[in-house]
């Protein structure tokens, strides 16, 4: 796996807080144990050197904090804790943080070594409401020093995505096509996020590739795609207008990022694309999301935004795919059934025409858009339409979701973990057969009930638990999931 660009290194940092009526060398001493633990997991971790027990130790802790780097924050109760210093620890840091407490370590040490942190938590969290600080509590706060390692670590790739938000620019071009209003784009919770939208239409792009044209840079983009595409380079002829086009979205990317840092595109891709671009991009939407700057197609502004957040959580390049199509029930019949543990509307198509990134495709060509030549180019050789990286998608444990905001700008998202199974789909596009517990349970009951679009995003690895966080983090309340046979949707009959 390559390292990824385009999103935040995360600067770990914990500061002990404690009440004064116990002893601040306890809260201290277990912060330091925590420290060790961390450690051990090849988890770096700067230790604030103030242990919080008022308001002025508050001010210099977050000062020391920031001198560090620290751009993710553990608020460790080493003993009850302060609750009005913490918690404005929290606020004033400003950055993703997380609140976790001490269990007692032995009975034999009840005195004096108690310290009640996890009472403590209890008005931590309540005062964290009172102040509208957002904190990452994991599922159950209070641990001895190696199980707060392992929580840290769990902590580390909801505060990339969360802080990764902070400094994105969302950058869109052109309007949604018709019959594409599935994919709508409520912009105000963007906002919420920390992020910015910046909205243009298809002539700026289309001058600014066209501005590109003889750019000198081309011929190594080109070197670049012939030596990715292997044997799969079945069309080199349309490889030097996709690279002009590759270099287009680079630009303007470090040119229009503005005062964020990172960057993810949402752009229209038809229908007029083909006919005056004279390519489709699906390719060069797959290399850009393969190093770190996710490209959505269908000006899919959120499915951008979600693509952005795998890719934070999973540290991984991450794809956007239509819930396409069901299995054909010989090819179930034949290729699933009695080899896994999936019912039939278990499994279903991913698709899209060929923005997955070469590394998560069994093998991979250089091919032309069907779907799109049957209205532009029926009757003649591929020529405008050519630009898919078509394969089917590599055998992989996947976490399906989606970040949306509704038509009446809620913000709602849904997780399922699942798999690709090593089956042949025997057609075309980047496509894979999905498999997901109660799939068709959570089709009906999630992805209709609440008026999902056809997109999801994929990360190619079980990520559930910490995408479930992020979103609970970014304040969504209402968060989908397959939900067990026995476990009841609100809206599903029982008599079925």
Not at 22 to 30: G, K, T, V
């Amino acid at each position: 796996m390559n390292k990824m660009m385009n999103m935040p290194e995360i600067k770990l940092g914990i500061a002990a807080v404690s009440r004064s009526c116990f002893p601040a060398s306890l809260s201290d001493n277990r912060c330091r144990l925590v420290c060790q633990e961390c450690e051990k997991k090849g988890i770096e971790i700067f230790r604030c050197p103030t242990v919080v027990e008022s308001e002025a130790d508050m001010m210099k802790a977050v000062s020391e904090i920031k001198e560090a780097g620290v751009n993710a924050l553990v608020v460790y109760l080493g003993n009850f804790g302060p609750e009005t210093a913490e918690t404005l620890l929290a606020k004033n840091f400003g950055l993703p943080v997380m609140f976790i407490a001490a269990a007692e370590e032995s009975g034999d040490d009840l005195i004096d070594g108690r310290g009640d942190a996890f009472c403590g938590m209890l008005n931590a969290s309540y005062n964290l409401g009172l102040r509208g600080v957002k904190a990452y509590i994991p599922e159950y706060p209070v641990a001895t020093p190696d199980k707060a390692a392992e929580m840290i670590g769990d902590f580390i790739p909801v505060a990339r995505a969360v802080l990764g938000l902070s400094k994105l620019k969302v950058i869109s071009f052109g309007p949604r096509p018709q019959d594409f209003l599935a994919c709508n784009a409520p912009i105000a919770r963007i906002y919420d996020l920390g992020a910015e939208i910046e909205e243009n239409s298809e002539l700026d792009l289309f001058a600014a590739f066209n501005a590109h044209a003889g750019d000198s840079r081309i011929e190594g983009v080109v070197a670049d795609m012939v030596s990715e595409l292997g044997t799969g380079n079945k069309m080199p002829g349309i490889l030097p207008k996709l690279a002009q086009y590759e270099l287009t979205l680079l630009d303007w990317a470090e040119e229009h990022k503005g005062e964020k840092e990172y960057v993810v595109f949402a752009n229209k891709c038809w229908p007029s694309f083909q006919t005056q671009f004279g390519f489709v991009p699906c390719y060069v939407n797959s290399r850009l999301t393969g190093r770190g700057i996710p490209v959505s197609c269908e000006v899919d502004i959120w499915g951008a935004i979600s693509e952005f957040i795998g890719q934070c959580v999973s540290d991984d390049c991450v794809t956007l795919l239509d819930i396409n199509n069901t299995v054909p029930a010989d090819i179930y019949n034949n290729d699933i059934k009695d080899k896994f543990s999936y019912s039939h509307t278990d499994t279903f198509m991913g698709f899209h025409c060929g923005n997955t990134a070469s590394g998560k495709l069994s093998a991979c060509e250089m091919k032309f858009q069907r779907i799109m030549r049957r209205d532009l180019e029926p009757d003649r050789e591929p020529d405008i339409t050519r630009g898919t990286l078509e394969g089917d998608i590599a055998p992989s444990d996947i976490t399906f979701f989606r970040l949306q905001s509704t038509a009446d700008a809620e913000l709602t998202a849904y997780v399922a973990q699942g798999e690709v199974l090593p089956v042949a789909t025997r057609s075309f596009g980047a496509i894979g057969i999905f498999a997901i517990k109660e799939m068709g349970r959570f089709y009906r009951h999630v992805l209709i009930e609440g008026r999902y679009p056809h997109h999801g995003a994929v990360v190619f690895a079980h990520k559930g638990k910490a995408l479930f966080d992020v979103f609970r983090y970014l304040g969504v309340k209402k968060i989908g999931f397959n939900q067990p046979a026995s476990m009841l949707y609100p809206t599903e009959n029982p008599f079925d």
